[in-house]
């Protein structure tokens, strides 16, 4: 069964742009979460997806959305990027919720504004 | 809100030797625990999870945690460091209703 898929997996902005980023997750899965890795903060909740709705959300300005489709593929949109948005993000999967089931990840999205 | 504490940003053990990551957690109500473990330039992959069985859990790669309530740890352990153990671990809480809490990281480093 293949795995959580992440496009792309490197991307360069300047600040004020926007951007997004794409999850395809393990087949049936029905629960998308994404995650912001940085050094400073380390891993943080962005916010997870169950079929088609949006169940939790993290503490992140409205800058970052996200939406799910029909087949379970997720996209992530950052508006007016700044500096302090490159990080790595994550998206996992999960068959349900992803706090009690287990989260398979993808690689990454690697995302550095200059 | 549920949060976790992982003791030592930074652990070095030698191969063979005992690994020991310590992780405290808080939570309201009965927790998920999990350990996750993260190698360079990849995301994160379940070592193993606690849900409210078997107080020890049992993971990948020779690796177990046991749910200590009295204590409010999730220690990770293993006996016998490999090389291929050098990563990042995080250890994380989460509940029925609430998004997954990460603590910030262990990396472990083997010395040969």
């Known amino acids: 069964k293949a795995g959580v898929t992440q496009t792309p997996r490197y991307l360069i902005k300047t600040r004020g742009q926007q951007v997004t980023l794409s999850c395809s997750p393990i087949?049936?899965?029905?629960?998308v979460s994404w995650y912001q890795q940085t050094p400073g903060q380390g891993l943080q909740f962005l916010f997870e997806?169950?079929?088609?709705?949006?169940?939790n959300k993290g503490n992140f300005p409205g800058r970052f959305s996200g939406r799910q489709f029909s087949n379970s593929r997720s996209e992530m949109n950052v508006s007016t990027l700044e500096l302090g948005d490159s990080a790595l993000y994550l998206c996992?999967?999960?068959?349900?919720?992803?706090?009690?089931?287990?989260?398979?990840f993808g690689p990454g999205t690697r995302l550095t504004v200059l | 809100a549920q949060s976790v504490t992982q003791l030592g940003s930074h652990v070095s053990v030698s191969e063979g030797a005992l690994v020991l990551l310590r992780c405290n957690y808080s939570?309201?109500?009965?927790?998920?625990l999990f350990w996750y473990v993260q190698y360079p330039n990849q995301g994160l992959q379940l070592l193993l999870k606690?849900?409210?069985?078997?107080?020890l859990v049992k993971g990948i790669n020779g690796f177990e945690a046991e749910f200590k309530k009295s204590e409010t740890s999730f220690h990770l352990t293993k006996p016998s460091a490999h090389m291929s153990d050098a990563a990042e671990y995080f250890c994380?809480?989460?509940?029925?209703?609430?998004?997954?809490?990460f603590g910030a990281g262990t990396r472990l480093t083997v010395k040969p």
């Open positions: 996992a999967s999960s068959l349900f919720y992803s706090s009690t089931d287990t989260q398979y």
């Open positions: 087949s049936g899965h029905r629960s």
């Open positions: 997806y169950f079929s088609e709705t949006q169940r």
């Open positions: 939570s309201s109500v009965p927790p998920y």
């Open positions: 606690y849900t409210s069985a078997a107080t």
């Open positions: 994380a809480v989460s509940d029925q209703d609430n998004d997954m809490r």
